[in-house]
């Protein structure tokens, strides 16, 4: 059968009729291949971890074939005992049929080595915010060790609130969240790292529910995206809570909130530090007076900001 061009054409394959077909798959090359295809026809967004379908194809096959996440070449041409490519392309097909983000399906996320549990309840963890602590901060604070009391706003997993004890020996950290669901997905992960002692998880809106404390450091991913972008999201980012997502018509909702409080939540000298995404332009427009630092990370100077409380300086 051709085309008015002289082209052959392909008869129209359903999804299923695929998986089914799945069957002759041998090889790990094999299902990557399969997998990415199915990817790619399905238009899937990509975001939560990875940003491309051949990436996440990886991911979740070694994640099902419990190999190592960093080594899949030796792997390749391994030929797949029936299961264990069954198990894969129930993955693959949930991806597809579902658009959850591939973390959803996997119950983890990492974050520049550290692994954490998430389900629905949380948003998926991807915060610009953990690559600065992994550089402790540096430059804006000059000695990790005397910071001993840091704020974790709108803590979902509680990964950035567990990032900010490894690196910050001496802190306490007080982790605050709305959602008392996510919150109990934060407490799986403080007890896997072993951080109960010095994490402490308490359900707040916003300061609502602290008493007087003062932090050296506050960190915030909180929601921040516009009305316009919440009405355009991709399926993947439905799946995840809206409450920890919305924040009003322009974004910046909950971080006006945030810098309304800060000068009296920080000791002085004391910082704060805001993921707002793509609204750097407005957030400037709305406060022109506030010095605002924009730390570089991956996403360029735009995605972060950083505010001192004026008093002793750096810590």
């Given at each position: 059968m051709t085309t008015d061009s002289g082209l052959p054409t392909m008869k129209k394959i359903t999804q299923t009729a695929l998986f089914d077909a799945a069957a002759e798959l041998s090889t790990l090359r094999d299902c990557l291949r399969f997998a990415v295809s199915r990817f790619t026809e399905a238009e899937l967004h990509f975001g939560h971890g990875c940003d491309n379908a051949w990436d996440e194809a990886v991911y979740l096959a070694l994640h099902a074939l419990h190999l190592p996440l960093d080594r899949l070449e030796p792997f390749l041409d391994a030929r797949l005992l029936p299961e264990e490519r069954k198990n894969l392309l129930a993955l693959v097909r949930r991806r597809v049929d579902e658009r959850l983000p591939a973390a959803y399906l996997t119950r983890e996320a990492w974050l520049f080595g550290h692994r954490f549990y998430v389900d629905e309840r949380v948003i998926v963890p991807r915060s610009f915010i953990a690559e600065l602590l992994e550089e402790g901060l540096s430059p804006w604070i000059a000695a990790p060790e005397a910071i001993t009391r840091?704020?974790?706003?709108?803590?979902?997993?509680?990964?950035?609130a567990i990032l900010a004890a490894l690196n910050f020996p001496n802190a306490r950290i007080d982790a605050i969240d709305i959602s008392s669901d996510a919150l109990a997905v934060a407490r799986e992960n403080v007890a896997a790292y072993g951080l109960e002692a010095r994490v402490f998880l308490i359900e707040s809106d916003g300061f609502s529910g602290l008493k007087d404390e003062r932090y050296d450091l506050i960190l915030a991913n909180p929601p921040y995206v516009d009305a316009k972008a919440m009405s355009a999201l991709p399926p993947e980012y439905r799946h995840e809570p809206a409450l920890a997502l919305a924040s009003g018509a322009d974004?910046?909702?909950?971080?006006?909130?945030?810098?309304?409080?800060?000068?009296?939540?920080?000791?002085?000298?004391?910082?704060?530090?805001?993921?707002?995404?793509?609204?750097?332009?407005?957030?400037?427009?709305?406060?022109?007076?506030?010095?605002?630092?924009w730390p570089e990370t991956r996403a360029g100077h735009e995605a972060v900001f950083l505010w001192r409380c004026p008093g002793n300086g750096d810590r």
């Open positions: 840091v704020l974790d706003m709108c803590t979902g997993s509680g990964c950035l974004g910046l909702d909950f971080t006006r909130r945030l810098l309304a409080a800060a000068p009296r939540r920080l000791r002085p000298g004391g910082c704060l530090i805001v993921e707002i995404g793509h609204h750097k332009a407005a957030l400037e427009a709305a406060f022109p007076e506030t010095p605002f630092i």
